[in-house]
């Protein structure tokens, strides 16, 4: 399937390496700004095609190889989309699609002040009063939070004993009176995505924006997991091979021959290979809709790690040419990896818990 | 001893306390007042010797300095270092070596090129002209380069500084040398030098590593998950504990002098490897300039990419094949 898509990727190669040209990547992390014409542009080429998801995968992976701040910023405008498609009625779907054209910006808001990982500790509720929700609480880091036009929000309906249950997800129109969001400057790498802390300040919402049924919210965020987790992997591998194409062209350029350091670009290599392997893998069976938890966080834990072991082997292989800003965006940016839709620690449990269930 | 060296610590401590605030260091840069006031406290010039205005401190209590500043800012550490353990060993002995009064009291500032290795400079009847690239305190009044020879230019220079992800309380960027030029030895004494800094160096990485996993054993004894605290999830706390360990290992191995080289070769390898978990701990909090640790993992990393490449591996190499070997 990725094999029949070469010109494809060969089109998106030559869109970020036309656009994300050095000067215009460093522009956009030095500004921390959001890069709007981009996506414009990206938009007008048909650069992310949402209709197939093998070509957004492609798209993110040749988009963050050349520079992963504007890559996941053009990739992003669409995050949270899945739940909506999936379980939204037909209002919502009609909102995603002028997500899809561009019109709007999506985002989506689990994370709060007090946690990422533990998602049904989370505090923000929406609590039904006659055929309204009035939300309250706040979200943290949540990416796109400023420049959003809809929200897709996970919080609480109701007590329960098992947390799991009484999560509820919602879309949210950030210009509904009481919500606030605040943009979170100085983050370490992806300095073009924008990233915001939102307070929602008894914000009334219909049943209309309720997505899906009551009480199902935390299992329909575990199922977009099962999707974002592989946008990440791809995230990911694009950065790994924008450090391996760092560490080649100066091995190549200086002429570089001895043994310890061709024996770290095949590790840098072999490592990117397995990446791919895993990830289009765990692609697969989402593509059937048989999605494989473990198979999904056994890549994108181990692709976001091959990234920020890529970046710094990139940042040592070409010591004092690694004082240069293009090699270390590319490790800077390279952390958010391992954070972002679940940090290594909690894939690795959910790795277990599938296997231990296998058994 | 070992009680002078306490005072001293804890005297350093509490001046970084007080005066260095790092987030302000990385915006505004190391100002010519904290310069200055480094100075007061006999901090700046700490290795030179008091004919120079320096504090003529031993090699421990120079390295207890670095340590315990670079937990607070490897910044300033950095600067420290770049006229203690290059600039100092550079001009002495030299025609050049009085400068080191107005460097130590912070009069002037001082940089040393050891990456362009001179190659891209010419000198003409005295004078040096030239771009030097990435060089670590563009800001200098005086700057050694190592090349063929080595050699001393003098300021002012103009320069492109620009943004740097590491130390980024010195500034950083290329300077360009129209300017007078003294030739110091015929020599480059680069590598020796280089050398004899694996001791001061190991104590900036300890201080780092140090600062970074305080960070994270502080963040993972309040921050809960799951209705626990991080650190009663044992991945997390074992591997904190580890680090703990080896911190220590460095630290005795550093003060007791058992070998620069292992000191030197255990500090580089570790430094990234824990400045990397702290930021992990933070879980997103990490990945922002407001907790303070992820400026450990940029300065680690490009500590490591600078000062620990191939040539000191060779080093490394060459030393445990040199020793006696008792058994074949
Ligand atoms: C730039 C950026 C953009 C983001 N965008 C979004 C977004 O759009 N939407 C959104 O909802 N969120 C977003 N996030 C949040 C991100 O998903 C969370 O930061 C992440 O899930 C971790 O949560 P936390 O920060 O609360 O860390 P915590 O949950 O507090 O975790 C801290 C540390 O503890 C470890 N830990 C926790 N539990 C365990 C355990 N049981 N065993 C072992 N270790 C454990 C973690 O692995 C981590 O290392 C973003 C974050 C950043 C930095």
Request: aromatic content about 10%; overall charge negative.
């Amino acid at each position: 399937m990725f094999e029949e898509l070469e010109d494809y990727r060969q089109k998106i190669r030559e869109f970020a390496l036309k656009e994300f040209t050095e000067d215009v990547a460093a522009e956009y992390d030095r500004k921390e700004s959001y890069p709007d014409d981009l996506r414009r542009k990206s938009l007008s080429l048909g650069i992310v095609d949402m209709q197939n998801p093998a070509k957004v995968l492609i798209a993110i992976e040749e988009l963050c190889r050349v520079d992963a701040g504007l890559g996941i910023a053009l990739t992003t405008p669409y995050f949270g989309s899945e739940v909506i498609m999936l379980f939204g009625n037909d209002r919502q779907k009609e909102i995603l699609n002028d997500v899809y054209s561009g019109k709007y910006i999506l985002g989506l808001g689990v994370t709060e002040p007090s946690g990422g990982s533990d998602v049904a500790a989370l505090k923000t509720t929406a609590k039904k009063q006659g055929n309204k929700y009035i939300l309250n609480g706040s979200k943290m880091f949540i990416t796109n939070g400023a420049i959003a036009d809809y929200l897709v929000i996970l919080a609480r309906t109701s007590e329960d004993s098992n947390p799991h249950h009484g999560l509820s997800t919602f879309l949210l129109n950030t210009k509904s009176k009481g919500f606030s969001a605040t943009k979170l400057e100085d983050k370490l790498g992806v300095r073009a995505t924008n990233t915001a802390e939102l307070q929602f300040n008894n914000i009334e919402l219909s049943e209309d924006d309720l997505i899906g049924e009551e009480g199902k919210g935390f299992y329909y965020i575990m199922m977009f997991f099962n999707i974002s987790r592989i946008y990440v992997a791809a995230q990911s591998i694009g950065i790994a091979r924008g450090a391996f194409d760092k560490i080649k062209s100066y091995i190549k350029e200086n002429n570089v021959k001895d043994e310890d350091s061709m024996f770290r670009l095949s590790d840098v290599g072999t490592r990117i290979e397995a990446s791919r392997q895993m990830t289009y893998n765990a692609a697969s069976y989402l593509f059937e809709f048989k999605p494989k938890p473990e198979l999904t966080s056994m890549a994108k834990a181990y692709s976001s790690e091959t990234a920020v072991y890529a970046a710094e082997e990139a940042m040592e292989i070409l010591g004092d040419e690694s004082l240069y800003e293009s090699v270390q965006r590319i490790f800077r940016n390279a952390k958010i990896m391992e954070i972002w839709e679940g940090t290594s620690e909690i894939e690795k449990l959910v790795i277990a818990r599938y296997i231990l269930k296998g058994e | 001893m070992e009680e002078e060296n306490n005072i001293l610590r804890e005297t350093v401590a509490e001046f970084c306390e007080k005066n260095l605030d790092e987030k302000k260091i990385e915006t505004e840069g190391i100002t010519e007042k904290l310069t200055e006031l480094i100075a007061s406290q006999g901090f700046l010039g700490s290795a030179v010797p008091d004919k120079y205005s320096g504090s003529g401190l031993d090699e421990t209590s120079y390295e207890i300095i670095l340590e315990e500043i670079a937990k607070y800012s490897p910044s300033v550490a950095m600067k420290i270092f770049i006229l203690n353990s290059m600039y100092y060993p550079a001009v002495k002995g030299t025609s050049a070596e009085d400068t080191l009064n107005d460097a130590s009291t912070g009069k002037i500032s001082v940089a040393v090129d050891f990456i362009n290795k001179a190659g891209s400079i010419e000198s003409e009847s005295g004078k040096a002209k030239g771009t030097l690239k990435n060089i670590l305190g563009t800001d200098a009044d005086k700057l050694v380069v190592f090349g063929d020879s080595t050699s001393i230019v003098s300021g002012p220079f103009k320069s492109d500084s620009r943004d740097f992800m590491g130390f980024r309380g010195l500034k950083f960027g290329d300077l360009h040398l129209d300017n007078s030029v003294q030739v110091l030895d015929k020599h480059s004494r680069m590598a020796e030098i280089m050398e004899n800094s694996y001791g001061p160096a190991s104590a900036i990485g300890l201080g780092m590593i140090s600062g970074a996993l305080q960070k994270a054993i502080d963040y993972t004894n309040v921050r809960k998950a799951f209705g626990n605290k991080l650190r009663d999830f044992e991945p997390v706390s074992f591997r904190l504990a580890r680090f703990r360990a080896m911190e220590s290992i460095l630290r005795n191995s550093l003060y007791s002098r058992i070998d620069p080289y292992y000191t030197f070769n255990f500090a580089m390898e570790h430094l990234v490897e824990i400045a990397r978990y702290s930021v992990n701990t933070h879980g997103g909090y990490g990945y922002f300039k407001d907790f303070g640790v992820e400026k450990f993992y940029r300065d680690a990393i490009v500590m490591k990419s600078i000062f620990y490449g191939t040539d000191e591996l060779r080093k490394l190499t060459e030393h445990v094949y040199s020793e006696k070997i008792n058994f074949v």
